[in-house]
């Protein structure tokens, strides 16, 4: 098992814990976390562009003219497409772009991108993060003393000052560990786990 330093909130070493190797030591293949990545951000996609076909648009459905005599091309009604304020023809319509890949390569995704953190030192455990109310100055203090500008971090549980305090940091986001995803962890710079959070995550992956 891989052994990581439990820092404390002021960056000082306070203990050591064991992570569980069919977790955070998987092979990384690059194709797979791109395939899960695909996925959540078409998964994000609002897919709302959107036109007025010709039964959609507002008006009289009566004949312009007549067919005949006018020296005219014939004509339909004002909802024709070929009218100003007409109906569109080939326009987009609403389009859900989502859709899924399986339960075992969203689980092996997420075994990786942890891995990928841990290799790459960008994995950082911290036993608590107290915060007395919400205040994102407070917050601030604690990442400075870190030395950490863009980071996500994933606790257990809810944490509402915690979570409501890093609203306004700019590249902080607070994650608990049922919405832990690979998009979010390779999206920020560093992942900073709660001590507390990681049997969680082992008892997601691990079943």
């Given amino acids: 098992m891989a052994v990581v330093d439990v820092q404390n909130a002021n960056a000082e070493k306070v203990s050591q814990v064991e992570l569980v190797e069919s977790i955070f030591n998987v092979p990384v293949k690059k194709s797979v976390l791109h395939e899960v990545v695909t996925m959540q951000l078409s998964c ?65 995704a997420l075994k990786m991108a942890l891995t990928s953190k841990l290799q790459k030192d960008e994995l950082i455990v911290i036993d608590k993060i107290a915060l007395e109310n919400i205040k994102t100055k407070d917050l601030k203090k604690i990442m400075s003393g870190l030395n950490i500008e863009n980071a996500l971090i994933v606790t257990e549980v809810k944490d509402e000052n915690l979570e409501l305090s890093a609203r306004n940091i700019p590249n902080v986001k607070v994650l608990r560990t049922d919405g832990l995803n690979v998009y979010d962890i390779l999206k920020y710079q560093k992942l900073i786990m709660i001590e507390s959070s990681i049997k969680s995550i082992e008892g997601r992956l691990l079943t």
């Avoid at 005949?68 to 859900?96: H, Q």
Wanted: aromatic share 6%; glycine share 14%.
């Fill in 44 to 108: 994000k996609r609002a897919g709302t562009a959107s036109v007025k076909r010709r039964s959609d648009v507002k008006g009289s459905r009566r004949k312009l003219f007549r067919q005949k005599g006018t020296g005219r091309a014939r004509s339909g009604d004002i909802k024709s497409p070929l009218l100003r304020g007409g109906g569109v023809i080939f326009g987009p319509e609403n389009r859900d772009y989502s859709y899924s890949v399986p339960k075992k390569v969203k689980k092996l």
